[in-house]
């Protein structure tokens, strides 16, 4: 499975983006979607997970409330809303899979398939 994160780019403190998450070639429905951004110096972080199969999803504490995940089928898409951005969410946006049917969120099996990533930079 062949992912592509996009909708990154600036927005000031306070403000939201939506980025997508599409797979060309591949259906998204079976499969979990992982969210996850690496800043410039810093290790990668998991922010959130959706399974298309089983409808479950994840969002990591110290982003929750602010970031929520969710998908469209139809569009083949699966959706990171980042609402209430702050300078300190600047970085590379990456969605990922296991590409293993049938997972739940979080997945038993480590993400393995990343899509090129979107930078996001909030700056005022």
């Known amino acids: 499975v062949q992912l592509q994160a996009s909708g990154g780019g600036l927005v000031q403190p306070g403000g939201s983006l939506r980025l997508s998450c599409t797979s060309s070639?591949?259906?998204?429905?079976?499969?979990?979607i992982g969210w996850f951004r690496q800043a410039p110096g810093k290790e990668r972080e998991g922010l959130a997970c959706?399974?298309?199969?089983?409808?479950?999803?994840y969002v990591s504490d110290f982003v929750k409330g602010r970031f929520t995940v969710s998908g469209d089928s139809a569009l083949n898409t699966v959706y990171l809303q980042m609402n209430s951005l702050k300078p300190e969410d600047t970085a590379v946006y990456y969605c990922?899979?296991?590409?293993?049917?049938?997972?739940?969120?979080?997945?038993?099996?480590?993400?393995?398939?990343w899509g090129q990533g979107t930078q996001v930079t909030v700056s005022s």
């Open positions: 070639g591949s259906t998204l429905e079976y499969y979990a």
């Open positions: 990922a899979t296991n590409s293993l049917p049938g997972s739940s969120c979080p997945p038993a099996a480590p993400f393995n398939s």
């Open positions: 959706l399974s298309s199969d089983d409808g479950t999803t």
